[in-house]
């Protein structure tokens, strides 16, 4: 993890590897963005001129790499673009500053130590660079070769240090955001880690292991549900799951407590650590990413540890819903009937619906202890994909005020969001001849029929949201501002948010 520190040392005099400033895409050309006057003094106020005759516009993800300035101990200059110059008096926003920090953090991999001096106008923007480089030096490179020629093969490890400077390192709220941000970005490229592990390695009972030698370290509390207390508890949409695969599935409950809390959470998480869709076979081209299908349970998970590091006055569950989803003689077939921890029955039409038959059961089990409020998140359904793309995720809710209150703290942590329906009219088609519910309806709408299908396992009263991370999961692409190519940790940042707003008494 790259080392993050404060500083109030002038940017000439600073012995690094590079020099990080911002640049912004001004209405005549690129604008240096302040943080950086050392800097451009060096270049006699000529900085954005010459930046302009490289090709430099400042547009969001640009990076232009020149000669440091005479007299300066870092040998080069690394200007990244901000985006658009805000508006008179009014500063770059937190998510502008993450992304410049990431595209730079990425830019210079290899190096030992590089300065940041970019637009910190108070602590919650140093907080957003700390997060943003944090995220962005991330790299898994767990499986690479560790011989002498690993270099080579490898490429370069990631940024060693990052120092922000105009910080405050004797100023609280200085200290606070740094140590915020160490502490949610580690939890969050903890979950990257996660998602991008191979399924070979990373089976139910691995992830329980993971899961409670960190509770072990940070105060949580842990119980572990295995197929023999999973039988005698009745959760048949887990075991239904997991029924095909020699490994066998896993219920985690993580309890975080606070001695001052006056609010609790449950975030629920479909922990499918392979799916291969049953008996339902994915078709070809569609397995090869399938490793990440336990994405929403490592956000739950980093989000409750987060929690704990940062002490927050709120009490806070997480559920872990684990199995793999496998073809075999013993596996569930389309047609069979579940009987739900609930004690619904489900007819499972299909046993590539199966996300939602290990949440069913994960959410009635938290339902059980009366928190507040639930959140579930899940890389449930490919038509919220096809309805949202690749960055944004889905939120459906039972209350519209708490649907907004999510939606409002995943933009302000910058992981774009979409409030979406729960149309009534679609509930019919899960209706079943045989049992009480279907685990499937209507092909079009599919991802609002999943929602509607988990709202039936939710304890009457209590406030929910469903989090369909499908989409930004798991990054096929290439990496952009400080998201990876690989496992994201989308929604983490999301629920540590929503766990501090309850906290403050904030969440509405």
């Known amino acids: 993890m790259t080392a993050l520190t404060l500083s109030t040392a002038a940017a000439p005099g600073l012995r690094a590897d590079a020099i990080v400033i911002g640049v912004a895409k001004g209405a005549e050309g690129p604008v240096v963005a302040p943080g950086a006057e050392a800097v451009d003094k060096a270049y006699d106020g000529r900085l954005a001129g010459v930046l302009e005759t490289l090709g430099a516009s400042g547009a969001e993800g640009e990076v232009t790499k020149l000669p440091a300035p005479s007299g300066f101990k870092a040998p080069v200059v690394v200007a990244v673009g901000l985006g658009a110059e805000p508006e008179q008096d009014a500063g770059f926003d937190a998510e502008a500053l993450r992304r410049a920090a990431g595209v730079a953090a990425r830019a210079l991999t290899g190096s030992k130590k590089a300065a940041f001096a970019l637009p910190l106008a108070e602590a919650a923007d140093a907080g957003a660079v700390g997060e943003g480089v944090l995220l962005g030096a991330y790299s898994f490179d767990a499986y690479k070769s560790t011989g002498k020629d690993a270099k080579a093969k490898n490429g370069k490890a990631p940024l060693a240090e990052a120092a922000l400077l105009g910080g405050k390192p004797r100023d609280k709220a200085y200290k606070a955001a740094i140590e915020r941000a160490a502490a949610v970005s580690e939890e969050l490229n903890r979950a990257r880690d996660l998602i991008n592990t191979p399924p070979n390695d990373l089976n139910p009972e691995a992830f329980a292991a993971v899961a409670q030698a960190a509770a072990k370290e940070h105060g949580i509390k842990v119980q572990v549900l295995d197929e023999k207390a999973l039988t005698k508890g009745g959760y048949g949409g887990i075991l239904g799951v997991g029924a095909g695969s020699a490994a066998g599935p896993r219920l985690v409950k993580l309890s975080y407590t606070s001695s001052k809390a006056t609010k609790s959470l449950a975030f629920v998480g479909k922990g499918i650590t392979y799916d291969s869709g049953g008996i339902s ?20 998970f980093a989000a409750v540890v987060a929690a704990a590091r940062l002490g927050l006055e709120v009490n806070v569950t997480g559920w872990l819903a684990l199995a793999e989803n496998m ?166 940042r999301t629920l540590v948010r929503v766990a501090e707003l309850a906290a403050s008494g904030d969440l509405g």
Request: hydrophobic share 45%.
């Open 281 to 300: 076979l994915k078709p070809a081209g569609h397995n090869e990413t399938m490793k990440c299908d336990m994405a929403g349970a490592a956000a739950v």
């Open 327 to 492: 073809p075999s003689g013993s596996a569930t077939r389309p047609g069979d009937v579940l009987r739900m921890y609930s004690g619904k029955t489900v007819e499972v039409l299909n046993t590539d619906a199966e996300g939602r038959l290990v949440l069913a059961d994960a959410l009635w089990a938290a339902s059980q202890e009366k928190p507040d409020a639930i959140i579930d998140v899940a890389t449930l359904t490919g038509a919220m994909m096809l309805a949202l793309g690749n960055r944004t995720y889905g939120i459906m809710a039972n209350d519209d005020a708490f649907r907004a209150a999510v939606h409002e703290a995943s933009e302000e942590v910058g992981e774009p969001a979409w409030p979406m329906p729960l149309p009534e009219h679609l509930r019919k088609g899960m209706d079943s001849a045989t049992a009480d519910i279907a685990n499937m309806g209507e092909r079009m709408g599919g991802g609002l029929v999943a929602g509607l299908f988990l709202r039936e396992f939710v304890g009457e009263g209590i406030a929910w949201a469903h989090l369909d991370i499908a989409g930004p999961a798991f990054n096929e692409g290439g990496p952009f501002g400080y998201t990876p190519k690989g496992g994201t940790g989308t929604a983490v």
